[in-house]
């Protein structure tokens, strides 16, 4: 294998072509000479592309009646797994090979797309890779057909609309996952992906599903690009492990990467239980990483193995004679013997003899069948029956679309595509076995995984276990297990607390105590809180207020200044006004179905109290305007209790509706750290709250016109002029509150609303009733008749207007 490993070395830019009545193209990374890393692709790599020539020489030379007088051509580019180049070599295969110097892209926009002689690509390996190809390959149309690259992305037909794979989707492969993890029992995992396409879709889908079924992700790390040249990356994931009680870490990340981790937790001497992607769960280069079998149990998925008819023999022979640009570069293995030599594949040789045991049986059978289907696909468009094909020129979009719908079975396997463009195809699971009697690591099948279906695990392989201080398999019988035939159990010399048990939903597990569960805070606005305790000052002053001005009142009760604000209509409204004062308290403290009564109640409140004010409000013009005009229609509505019965019932009963068909009741939220108490407000009664916002904000608005229009008549008390002061007070207001309500979230929520209540009420408190007060305690002189006259006829003269005086 050294040999092989210099010559590879130097290996860029391959390039396999053989001509065709229908080409073929080919994407494989036959090198992996990418910015990520300098090493040599395997064999296998270079072996898939003698699967596809294979294949295709196959149907030319031994199923002539598949497509008569048709001979199928390749054009196969290695892009060693680089996106870039992935693209470049997309680009030459679009081109038309008929004339070398046309260009891709037309001259003019308005030409249509040029249709490319290479109608159908087989490529590539990564998903990440597969994705830009996919974007290009949509431009003309042309069918891609994947044999390994399995994210959940290229499932999106609206972005990748003619890409086809020949391999599950990792959406089968999470849900595989998840029923190992749930098969073994386990609580707690840990996922270590990448940023790539791959990774990145196959770590979120993963974290899904298990937060959807209540296990444990104990972290999940993303890798950057820049992992694999970021060794101080590395050493902080393997901290991490170290420190994690993860029954399992899921390694959902390409080859490369999982290289470097696994040889730090090596060196850190980590043991964990390991499951495996199909990126990596075959990876000889991993496998045979030197101290390997130290880090414990290695579970892994594969695709369905199945051998390709008649390739291993083609291998064999496949030096003598037939040749082509890639080929040349491999001729390194020589017949050195030609004794009797037995190959070992455990232990590969370089002889050419033992090259078949680099075929990998997953992604080798996946390619076969992509030509399979690509051959098919032709039959069924050309028209072709034993003897000939009626047609012989076709689009790649016709071509695609047949392929679309295909559904034929290749040797045993059924293969069709779904309206993702995936086929429903099962895995392997793969279990490395490093037990001391086994040299090096022995990758056994121990089960597979179909779509849709639970995990079954083959019965004789019940009988072995593995050794070591990490879990091991043991035998059992099968009347102690109903599907499985495997137990997973832990070591006893380790602690005695291995398991990672689910917290309880009030609970979380603090990062530096991650075998604990602590209950969650608890978050509501508390009466300690400073923010309640200014609340609960305000609104208990405000109360003393009201208190002492209704008492002031009492005592002036008949004078001229109580009947300027109202008469009897003064009390009903100090009484809505304490209402308001006191539901500030129910938005403070742990919501009950009681407290939660704060805004309804308060939309009743204010309701009244702006009846009554508008009630004053009447009277005041009615008083002092003498426009025999304005004056009959203002008496019109000079019925104070009517007044009030009408606007405040209004509210009433759409307050007493919310309250009794849709309460306000207390929900929780659980938060990662807390939980927190509030009143819920769904969307029907959103509709209630905005009503009663809007109810009284109308009438606000009303009591402001009212006011505006009265501002200039000889009001000794000044009446119209601060309630129109408190009015626009009480819309500014609102207008602050609404948008911050309906947006903050969090324990100060009701803070925001018991403010807003407290300063409406305030504002009329302070404007209306407390300087009527002063006047009574401070200004008696003007409560009174006389003073009212001569006020008045002192405005009118200034105006040249007599007045009557009675």
């Known amino acids: 294998m050294d040999l092989f490993s210099r010559r590879i070395k130097t290996l860029i830019y391959l390039h396999a072509y053989l001509h065709g009545d229908v080409i073929i193209g080919g994407l494989f990374p036959v090198h992996q000479k990418t910015n990520r890393t300098t090493d040599p692709g395997p064999i296998n790599l270079f072996l898939r592309t003698q699967v596809m020539i294979y294949s295709i020489q196959e149907i030319n030379q031994r199923m002539p009646r598949l497509l008569p007088n048709l001979t199928l051509g390749y054009d196969i580019y290695d892009t060693c797994g680089d996106v870039t180049l992935a693209i470049r070599a997309t680009l030459q295969l679009l081109k038309d090979q008929s004339d070398p110097q ?113 296990i444990c992700v104990d972290f999940v790390e993303i890798l950057p690009d820049t992992f694999v040249k970021n060794c101080s990356t590395a050493t902080d994931l393997v901290k991490k492990i170290g420190n994690s009680t993860a029954e399992a870490i899921i390694m959902f990340t390409q080859e490369a990467n999982v290289h470097i981790i696994l040889e730090a937790v090596i060196e850190k001497n980590l043991n964990r239980t390991w499951i495996a992607s199909d990126a990596w769960s075959t990876s000889s280069t991993i496998s045979e ?30 030096f003598n004679g037939t040749t082509n640009n890639i080929l040349s570069y491999y001729q390194v ?35 076969y069948m992509a030509v399979q289907v690509i051959a098919e696909g032709l039959r069924i468009l050309l028209k072709c029956n034993n003897q000939s094909c009626e047609r012989t020129k076709f689009t790649a979009i016709e071509l695609f679309h047949v392929i679309r719908n295909i559904n034929i079975t290749v040797n045993d396997t059924n293969i069709y595509f779904d309206e993702n463009g995936d086929p429903s195809l099962g895995y392997d699971i793969l279990f490395w076995n490093t037990s001391e009697s086994k040299e090096g690591v022995e990758k056994i099948k121990i089960g597979e995984y179909w779509p849709n279906k639970t995990i079954s695990f083959d019965k004789d392989l019940s009988q072995w276990r593995t050794t070591g201080n990490y ?34 939903p009030h609970q979380y597990s603090p990062e530096d105590h991650r075998n604990t569960c602590v209950n969650k805070t608890e978050e509501f606005l508390e009466w300690s809180d400073p923010f309640s305790i200014i609340l609960i000052m305000t609104a208990a002053i405000a109360i003393i207020a009201t208190a002492v001005i209704a008492i002031v009142i009492g005592l002036n009760c008949g ?48 309701s009244l109290c702006i009846s009554c004010i508008l009630a004053n409000l009447i009277q005041i013009l009615l008083g002092f305007s003498f426009d025999p005009r304005v004056g009959s229609k203002i008496k019109k509505l000079n019925h104070p209790v009517a007044v009030v019965a009408i606007i405040a019932g209004v509210q009433l009963g759409v307050s007493l509706a919310w309250l009794i068909a849709l309460p306000r009741l207390p929900s929780i939220e659980q938060k990662e750290l807390t939980i927190l108490y509030q009143c819920n407000m769904c969307e029907e009664s959103k509709k209630f709250f905005a009503a009663t916002i809007v109810y009284n904000s109308f009438w606000g608005l009303v009591c402001f016109v009212f006011a505006f229009k009265g501002r200039q008549l000889p009001d000794i008390y000044k009446n119209a002029a601060l309630i129109s002061v408190s009015m626009v007070l009480f819309l500014i207001i609102w207008i602050v509150f609404l948008p911050i309500y309906l947006t903050l979230e969090g324990k100060y929520k009701p803070a925001i609303s018991s403010a807003a209540v407290l300063v409406s009420c305030i504002s009329i408190l302070g404007c209306h009733l407390a300087p009527k007060c002063y006047i009574m305690l401070f200004r008696k002189e003007i409560n009174n008749h006389n003073a009212i006259s001569e006020y008045i006829r002192k405005h009118y003269e200034r105006k040249d207007l007599s007045v009557i005086s009675s």
């Open 102 to 214: 046309r260009c891709l892209i037309p001259a003019s926009i308005n030409f249509a797309f040029p249709e490319p002689e290479t109608k159908v690509v087989i490529g590539e390996t990564f998903s990440e890779v597969s994705i830009a190809v996919a974007r290009v390959l949509a431009l003309p149309s042309v069918t891609q057909i994947s044999y390994a690259s399995t994210s959940e992305q290229l499932s999106l037909k609206s972005k990748f609309p003619t890409f086809l794979r020949t391999v599950s989707s990792d959406k089968h492969q999470t849900q595989a996952i998840y029923e190992l993890v749930k098969n073994f029992s386990w609580r707690s995992v840990a996922i270590v992906g990448s940023i790539d396409g791959y990774g990145k879709f196959g770590t979120d889908s993963l974290q899904q599903l298990f937060d959807d079924n209540n």
């Open 559 to 606: 004078t001229p200044v109580v009947k300027a604000i109202g008469g009897y209509l003064c009390y009903v409204e100090m009484a809505s006004l304490l209402l308001g004062f006191c539901t500030t308290f129910t938005f403070i403290g742990k919501p009950t179905p009681r407290s939660c009564v704060g805004i309804p109640v308060f939309g009743i409140s204010f």
């Open 333 to 367: 293995f020589t017949n050195s013997s030609k004794d009797d030599m037995k190959c070992n594949c455990k232990n590969k040789t370089s002889d050419l003899r033992c090259l078949y045991c680099y075929i990998d049986h997953d992604e080798s059978y996946n390619i």
């Open 289 to 318: 990483i030197i101290g390997i079998e130290s880090i414990g149990p290695v579970f892994g998925f594969i695709f369905r193995q199945k051998e390709v008819p008649g390739f291993q023999d083609y291998v064999t022979s496949m």
């Open 471 to 504: 879990p091991f398999f043991f035998p059992v019988s099968q009347e102690n297990t109903a599907n499985a035939f495997l137990c997973f159990l832990y070591s006893l010399s380790s602690s005695a607390d291995t398991f990672c048990r689910q917290c309880e």
